[in-house]
């Protein structure tokens, strides 16, 4: 927590590179001498670097560690899913994609059902899951701004949101493949230095990852936390606290850790003493010195400074339910078990995930950069590998960060796991390591977060002002409309960074996939595979898919805030997961409104075969003449 | 978080309930789907508001099949949609041989006909090829069952010259309304024929313009390499033969040009960068190129020979016509959805504007298939200033549905 000029410094030095090469890359000119034109194409290698470092946002660098954290074994299907889509889009889409020549998928939309209007419902999907994905990178922002500096949240989200939107809008940081390969090469440099120096300082891996099962996290050191009135803790046994001063809380009875997942109901509700009914067993206490508290959930009345010693049990804030080692390292613990259906609750999770990634705008123009479909498919295989080297390290973060700094779960400050780490080995070497993993952060949100502003900014700019609204602006308009279009879109999303502080990264960033999975990854396997898809079942799968995934998402947030919502929920756990988490019903909704329409009512596009030759002919049989014919 | 704190107490509903609720869902979508797809959701009440429908539809689905030509094929479609409108019992498209299609009216027995149609092919080519509407008696000698006794021919004519005909059958004699009919009808086929040839020609016209271009190696450009080439034979053999493999690889390209309308800006850059070491050669030290581009923007598909002829003019007019050096600059940058090229000289430029439509050298001619292509908004631009030197930009969509290299 305490401000670094190290981290700082970390922060400053990677803006500086970012906009160096960028503008080193622009203003590269050549003569004629050393130039060959094939040559200067971008390889596969530089591409799916460029392509992993714009994918690796925020949620990949500082979410899946804290999630893992906080939840355990079942997050480890975010890592999995995020590199596994690569793979679908390997096999079925990279290809066919590239030789189609579509760069946008508002432009596959358009040319394969040749349908402007279709165009127009895909630009709005494009806004939906741009800004969805936009706002966990806020959270990021100013989650890394304020642990590197010790500013307030807000203020980072402000100071970045104003850094990238220049950027995009002066065209420094933008869309320039260099400067996404060097943040890659930044953020994988960043998360395995820190985690390989850790696990040597702190004992092999068998220290942290091997717990006796049946055990809570204990503090491996005396911990001093500052609790501010109203906040939470979950005391999962009987702990003893040195409390300065004297302090006024309410604690309630109850097990935190009965059984995995499963929490006192009273945990997250907001403890206000007016609103609260009744809690049978609940009692006000004044805490003054050392003083033993019993297991169940205390909820500080007045701001206090508490020191719990060494070997106390750990105790929890409201974002995180206690779990044991045993539920923490076992599937289906806290987090899907916490569901009431884990099954279910798992395997849509895996979907949204695996089959988001496709339809993510601004991943799939990158792939435009790539010569032939060859190049496309290479370059999709090695983005699986460089994220499958990227993936193994946020987990040990997780599990080092329970071993070694479990206050966080009690400051609810688990999601920065990443970034408080590097401190504990001390000395400069901590405080260089701080510096690298904030530069690595900052990598992370700005690379993804200016890709998404430029493809919020080209959706509006380009095409809802340049296409939709007024189809000939020139040259001069259309560039105020995008940078108009930037400027919005970035305080848009940061005014709603400011309201998301409450939710997990990686959760938010889950729900931008699985609208895209309900969405997008339809329309385009269909799309291309599919001769019989009809535009109307196309449109309405996307509409439908789309639309429910959006509107179920936009109920479990509202249901935060509005409490007749939040019990109704609770009533109904099903509904609640599905809600939660929409791709096991919307994708196969998607996919059955769009095949059951074409077959209703056939029809497909005119021209059909003509697009399919041209999204699956190889480039080899395009024969070139190579004498000159009478 | 809250929402895992929420669950705990919750009754647990088991998951393949779900499952059977979500299939339930996915069904009850469908089938909403579908039956708003069988509904028709528009009611016309009356007779008028009717048969203006019909014959707006008539219309618009003759436009669009047409539009591709008139043969067996299309003559039936729109032969089906027509024949309800015609008034008559039967009509049929002839072309100056023979007969395209033959279509009776529904709930007519017209069909009965087509078994003798070959009888009246001489006297409805007849009347097709005199260019004006007539009526023709069908099977004078022996009508047998066929119900049909009357044909109007209208002939469709494009240039005075007739092509084709519409014929309608009729059991008895026209009235002057249904005359009438037949005429406009046919009026209405040569239209969309005439919009079609239209299209054609300005196709035609674009490629030939292409061809053009493609020759347009202006003759002293060869005169002057083959001396530049003859003074390094002596010097400098190796670079002499280079130069000759280059020239011959060049000029490969430039007779017989990119197999089809558009190409990779590689590709192009590649021709370009051939081009510019050959003047390079011509011109030595008086002559720097400088090329910045951006790698990303190398796939996008532009219309064949878009670059070369623009560079060209820049060695023209910012090299050939002065003493001293000068600079070309050749510029591809990626700016979101388009791709922008710009090429620069530093020559003399020139005051005041130029009618691009009407220019009848290459850049006129690069301008038009721009246009033609991308719309109106995405043509040359041109800026100069005496003394300022010259830049022709051209913004270029990443994506346009139709345009693809092959």
């Known amino acids: ?630 | 978080m809250r929402w895992a704190a929420a669950r705990g107490m919750i009754p647990a509903m088991p998951w393949p309930v779900l499952v059977a609720i979500e299939a339930a869902l996915t069904a009850a979508a469908a089938a909403v789907v579908y039956g708003r797809l069988r509904r028709r959701p528009l009611v016309f009440n009356t007779a008028e508001e009717r048969a203006t429908l019909r014959t707006l539809a008539f219309a618009t689905s003759a436009v669009s099949s047409l539009r591709q030509g008139l043969d067996r094929k299309t003559a039936v479609k729109v032969l089906r949609s027509l024949v309800s409108q015609s008034g008559g019992m039967a009509a049929a498209i002839y072309d100056t041989r023979q007969v395209l299609g033959f279509q009776p009216a529904g709930g007519s027995r017209g069909e009965v006909h087509s078994r003798h149609l070959d009888q009246d092919l001489e006297g409805v080519v007849g009347a097709l090829r005199s260019g004006r509407t007539q009526i023709v008696r069908l099977h004078p000698a022996d009508p047998g069952d066929c119900p049909l006794r009357v044909a109007v021919v209208a002939p469709i004519t494009l240039d005075d010259t007739p092509v084709a005909a519409l014929v309608t059958y009729h059991g008895g004699e026209p009235s002057p309304a249904q005359l009438r009919v037949t005429a406009d009808l046919g009026e209405l086929l040569a239209t969309q024929l005439r919009l079609q040839r239209a299209d054609q020609q300005q196709a035609a016209l674009v490629r030939s313009e292409l061809r053009a271009l493609r020759a347009q190696i202006s003759p002293h450009f060869i005169y002057n390499l083959l001396t530049t080439i003859a003074s390094f034979v002596r010097t400098d053999p190796e670079r002499s033969r280079e130069l000759l493999v280059e020239f011959a690889d060049f000029s490969r390209r430039a007779f017989a040009g990119p197999s089809s309308e558009f190409t990779t800006l590689a590709d192009e850059l590649v021709y370009v960068n051939q081009y510019l070491n050959l003047e390079q050669a011509r011109f030595g030290q008086r002559l720097t190129v400088r090329y910045h581009i951006e790698p990303e923007v190398l796939s996008t598909v532009v219309p064949a020979l878009l670059v070369q002829p623009l560079v060209e003019n820049a060695v023209k007019h910012g090299i050939e016509q002065r003493r001293g050096n000068g600079t070309i600059t050749v510029e591809a940058s990626d700016q979101d959805d388009e791709c922008w090229i710009a090429v620069r000289d530093d020559g003399e430029g020139f005051s005041g504007g130029m009618d691009l439509e009407e220019q009848q050298g290459a850049l006129g001619n690069i301008h038009r298939r721009l246009t033609h292509v991308f719309g109106p908004g995405h043509g040359l631009e041109l800026e100069s200033a005496p003394g300022e030197g010259t830049t022709v930009r051209v913004r270029v969509p990443k994506y346009r549905p139709g345009v693809k290299a092959s």
């Open chain 1, 1 to 630: 927590m305490s401000p670094s000029l190290a981290a700082v410094l970390g922060l400053v030095f990677m803006a500086a590179l970012s906009l160096g090469a960028g503008l080193f890359a622009r203003r590269f000119s050549r003569t004629t001498s050393d130039f060959m034109v094939a040559a200067r194409a971008v390889s596969p290698r530089i591409n799916a670097a460029a392509i992993s470092g714009e994918y690796l946002s925020a949620a990949s660098f500082l979410g899946v560690a804290g999630l893992v954290m906080q939840f355990g074994y079942d997050v480890l299907w975010y890592p999995v899913g995020y590199a596994a889509g690569y793979l679908l889009l390997l096999l079925f889409v990279a290809g066919p994609l590239r030789r189609f020549g579509a760069y946008t998928i508002p432009d596959f939309a358009e040319g394969r059902f040749d349908s402007p209007r279709f165009r127009h419902l895909a630009v709005v999907l494009v806004l939906v899951i741009g800004f969805f994905y936009a706002l966990p990178q806020m959270k990021a922002a100013g989650l890394t701004v304020q642990t590197a500096s010790g500013l307030p949240y807000w203020v980072g989200v402000v100071a970045v949101a104003v850094v990238v939107v220049t950027a995009v809008t002066g065209g420094g940081m933008r869309g320039i493949t260099l400067v996404q390969s060097i943040q890659f090469a930044a953020k994988i440099f960043a998360i395995s230095l820190p985690a390989f120096l850790l696990l040597l300082r702190f004992g092999g891996p068998a220290t942290p990852f091997a717990p006796a099962p049946g055990d809570l996290v204990r503090l491996p050191s005396a911990t001093t936390y500052q609790v501010s009135a109203g906040e939470l803790w979950q005391v999962p046994r009987r702990t003893t606290m040195e409390v300065r001063g004297s302090v006024l809380v309410t604690w309630s009875p109850g097990d935190p850790v009965r059984s995995p997942g499963s929490v006192t109901a009273e945990v997250g509700s907001s403890p206000s003493p007016t609103s609260t009914a009744p809690v049978p067993g609940q009692r006000a206490l004044l805490l003054r010195g050392r003083v033993s508290v019993p297991g169940g959930t205390l909820v500080w009345r007045q701001t206090a400074e508490v020191t719990l010693a060494r070997g106390q049990p750990a105790p929890y804030g409201s974002a995180t339910p206690a779990s044991t080692n045993g539920s923490w390292s076992r599937p289906f613990g806290p987090l899907a078990g916490g569901s009431g259906h884990p099954l279910l609750f798992t395997y849509s999770l895996i979907l949204a995930i695996v089959l988001g990634t496709i339809g993510l705008p601004h991943i799939l123009v990158r792939f435009y950069t790539n010569p032939d479909a060859r190049a496309a498919r290479r370059t999709a295989l090695l983005v699986l590998v460089l994220l499958g080297a990227f993936y193994l390290w946020p987990p040990v973060f997780g599990a080092l960060g329970r071993a070694l700094d479990p206050s966080l779960y009690g400051n609810n400050r688990t999601d920065a796991v990443v970034l408080v780490l590097p401190s504990l080995l001390g000395g400069w070497v901590g405080q260089l390591l701080l510096a690298v993993v904030s530069a690595g952060a900052f990598a992370a949100f700005t690379s993804t977060l200016s890709g998404l502003l430029v493809s919020l900014a080209g959706a509006l700019g380009l095409d809802v002002y340049g296409r939709w609204l007024r189809p000939g602006a020139g040259a001069q308009r259309r560039r105020v409309a995008f940078q108009i279009s930037a400027v919005g879109s970035g305080a848009l999303a940061a005014g709603l960074g400011l309201l998301v502080g409450q939710f997990d990264i990686s959760v938010l960033v889950g729900w931008a996939f699985a609208i895209a999975a309900s969405s997008f990854f339809p329309l385009l396997v269909l799309g291309i595979w599919w001769p019989r898809l009809t535009t109307l079942g196309a449109a309405l799968g996307v509409a439908l898919g789309g639309g429910l995934a959006t509107v179920a998402i936009i109920t479990t947030m509202l249901a935060t805030v509005s409490s007749p919502l939040e019990r109704f929920l609770a009533q109904a756990s099903g509904l609640a997961v599905i809600l939660e988490q929409p791709a096991i019903l919307t994708v196969p909704l998607a996919f059955g409104v769009m095949i059951l329409t074409s077959l209703a009512r056939p029809g497909p596009p005119p021209g059909v075969a003509a697009k399919l030759v041209q999204l699956h002919a190889p480039e080899l049989l395009g024969l070139r003449s190579d004498y000159i014919p009478e």
